[in-house]
């Protein structure tokens, strides 16, 4: 398969979006989330922690409780492109160690997610328009942290 420039130039512009959107939550940066998401954005968090929500909904849910965990890194790869004009899909690999701790314990855990995105071309550029986290793997999850989250 042979890729125009636009459509290479539209994978790395929808790479970057993937990419920005973890680094921001990984650095706690919420307000950063704004350049990445269209204004009448889902995110569906619903398979890994039991949420769905507005940009502002996921936001306020991001900040209040992510206070357990004291450290994360999401390692994004693999991913798939579906590209029709000014929309697009993804799915993508992510790898997600955190260090949690509820005060008596700390421990390392890791979570296996596909994110699946939906992207509209704006007059700003490429933007998420939906997210959806799909549940793959949970590894070293703590009694304690495993009570809260979705079977």
């Known amino acids: 398969m042979t890729l125009t420039l636009q459509e290479m130039s539209d994978r790395f512009e929808i790479q970057d979006l993937i990419v920005g959107y973890c680094y921001a939550v990984d650095t706690r940066d919420w307000d950063t989330l704004d350049r990445y998401f269209t204004d009448d954005a889902v995110i569906d968090y619903s398979e890994m922690v039991g949420v769905v929500g507005s940009l502002a909904d996921i936001k306020a849910f ?63 550029g490429w933007k998420i328009s ?22």
């Open 62 to 124: 991001l900040s209040a409780s992510l206070t357990p965990i004291l450290a994360f890194q999401h390692a994004v790869s693999t991913t798939q492109y579906q590209i029709a004009g000014d929309r697009a899909q993804t799915k993508t690999a992510c790898y997600n160690p955190m260090t949690v701790s509820n005060g008596e314990t700390t421990d390392t855990l890791v979570f296996g997610l596909w994110y699946h995105h939906d992207f509209v071309r704006t007059a700003q």
């Open 130 to 151: 939906r997210l959806y986290e799909q549940k793959c793997y949970r590894m070293n999850v703590p009694d304690w942290l495993a009570a809260q989250l979705p079977a």
